[in-house]
């Protein structure tokens, strides 16, 4: 079972950091992806990272703003959120796959993922 926290109420330039922890199986050997929902909209790729955190995509939207991280010896994986803006409000979603990734853009689709978390609502005001 994932579970994504961290969410909150942020004023545009603050900065937010989202974790998503597992329980009941090894987190670590899966390969994790984020993704969010605003109201309306389709669900959007956000960012991914391999299993050994080696390898990482962003969605255009997000580059050079938000960083996924890992440490597996600690389980969580991270999404530091900088220069938040308001088109960032959504719901985000933390999802993991034990599938192997080496790279490649299939990892920005849902069906990649098998696993997904409960939302957590992240608010951008301006």
């Known amino acids: 079972q994932l579970q994504a926290s961290g969410g909150g109420l942020v004023q545009a330039g603050g900065s937010l950091r989202l974790s998503c922890a597992a329980s009941?199986?090894?987190?670590?050997?899966?390969?994790v992806g984020w993704f969010r929902q605003a109201p309306g909209k389709e669900r959007e790729f956000v960012a991914a990272?391999?299993?050994?955190?080696?390898?990482?995509v962003y969605a255009d939207s997000v580059k050079g703003r938000f960083t996924i991280s890992r440490d597996n010896a600690n389980n969580p994986v991270n999404l530091q959120m900088n220069m938040l803006k308001t088109e960032d409000t959504a719901a985000y979603y933390c999802?993991?796959?034990?599938?192997?990734?080496?790279?490649?853009?299939?990892?920005?689709?849902?069906?990649?993922?098998?696993?997904w978390g409960q939302g957590t609502q992240v608010t951008v005001s301006s």
């Open positions: 999802a993991a796959d034990p599938e192997p990734w080496f790279g490649g853009n299939w990892v920005m689709t849902a069906a990649a993922y098998d696993y």
């Open positions: 990272i391999s299993s050994g955190g080696g390898i990482i």
């Open positions: 009941g199986r090894t987190f670590s050997s899966y390969k």
